[in-house]
């Protein structure tokens, strides 16, 4: 149990386009998920917090109108890079809470690369 | 605000050598810690997650303690192996996880 899957696990673009990537819980309602990203040989660092039905809180230093996340029912959270940059290029890992359990489930992350 | 540092950076022993990866953190009203593994280029693997009330976890080889007080966990892993090789990450949980710099571990034949 407690499945957490992303789509795509990995995805290149052109410098200037949009990528979404989707957070989806498989076997369970995730009242919160969580988008971090890891750069190389770095540890994960949260970028935003999601809560189904609100608007996401974002970590001082993200952009949240370049990093626009919805979390629109309890199976799915889609993040969209906007106008995505060379330095967007990182490890983007998503994670899944249920209410009222104090434990992150992640999903297996989704390598960005932009040219 | 929580800050979480390993020690060591790195590591590299023999096989067979048990091991003892060192976490702490600066804020000890924390709900529970967890102990994971990152393959390279792969995501996390959950290890062991202690709740704020427990002393320890253990899974097969390994072994996680938890001093709230101090503010220090660690992970023990007997008779290591060499696919024991990868990156160990903790994370304190005070509703948000605060990941720890990481510890890559090799272990050779």
């Known amino acids: 149990g407690a499945v957490v899957s992303q789509h795509p696990s990995w995805v290149i673009c052109k410098s200037g386009t949009s990528v979404k990537i989707e957070c989806r819980s498989l076997?369970?309602?995730?009242?919160?998920m969580f988008w971090y990203r890891q750069f190389p040989k770095q540890s994960l660092m949260l970028m935003a917090t999601?809560?189904?039905?609100?608007?996401?809180?974002?970590e001082q230093g993200v952009e949240k109108d370049k990093f626009l996340i919805n979390h629109a029912s309890l199976t799915l959270s889609t993040l969209t890079v906007t106008s995505a940059h060379p330095e967007d290029s990182s490890f983007y890992i998503c994670?899944?809470?249920?209410?009222?359990?104090?434990?992150?489930?992640f999903g297996p992350g989704t390598r960005l690369t932009v040219l | 605000k929580q800050e979480v540092t390993q020690i060591p950076a790195a590591l590299s022993v023999p096989e067979g050598e048990n091991l003892v990866l060192n976490c702490s953190f600066t804020?000890?009203?924390?709900?529970?810690l967890q102990w994971f593994r990152q393959d390279p280029g792969k995501g996390l693997t959950s290890l062991l997650l202690?709740?704020?009330?427990?002393r320890e976890q253990t899974s097969g080889r390994l072994n996680a303690s938890l001093d709230k007080s101090s503010g220090r966990s660690t992970l023990y892993i007997a008779a290591s192996q060499p696919g024991d090789s990868a990156t160990y990450l903790c994370?304190?949980?005070?509703?948000?996880?605060?990941f720890g710099t990481g510890t890559r571990l090799q272990v050779f034949p």
């Open positions: 994670s899944a809470r249920i209410l009222g359990i104090n434990e992150q489930f």
């Open positions: 076997d369970f309602q995730a009242t919160t």
């Open positions: 999601s809560n189904e039905g609100s608007k996401a809180t974002y």
């Open positions: 804020d000890s009203a924390i709900y529970n």
């Open positions: 202690i709740q704020s009330s427990q």
């Open positions: 994370a304190a949980n005070t509703d948000k996880l605060i």
